[in-house]
């Protein structure tokens, strides 16, 4: 790289948005009520992860979840379980989360598939005002 190149990147970190985009998202949580209705997941005692589905690829992924459930205020070690695994039946990049009142199951064919639904879901919590999930299910695939 030429001195006059190394000299123009040496000048990015002093612009604001450079400096915005390293600091860490941070999630804002509106919970209004206080009991779940009987279509919801509760969340609200808290979390266990199951992470059958383990690789170094994802350690930031899980690391990320777990610091928006700190965020949120969701305890670990909880009640509700959240299973991560593998499944065989679907496709590169492909991924099933299925959440019910008293777990959810997600699961993905391979790391950028499992990356993909954490990051699903995750987005999908702070849009609710209760702090509850709605039983669903969600399917999703590369193409």
Known sequence: MSASKKSACAHIDRW??????????KHVFHYRRRFARSDKADLTG?????????????????????????EA??????PYRITFEK????????YRIAVKKHD?????????????????????LPRRTDGFCVSAAWHASHG
């Open 16 to 25: 604001p948005f450079v400096a915005e985009l390293r600091r860490p998202l």
């Open 46 to 70: 808290g979390v266990t992860l199951a992470i059958d589905f383990k690789s170094a690829l994802l350690e930031t992924a899980y690391s990320d979840l777990n610091k928006f459930f700190l």
């Open 73 to 78: 205020g969701i305890a670990r070690n909880g």
């Open 87 to 94: 499944a065989t039946d679907l496709c590169f990049e492909e």
């Open 104 to 124: 959810c199951l997600i699961q993905a064919a391979d790391t950028e598939g499992m990356r993909r639904a954490i990051f699903f879901w995750r987005t999908c």
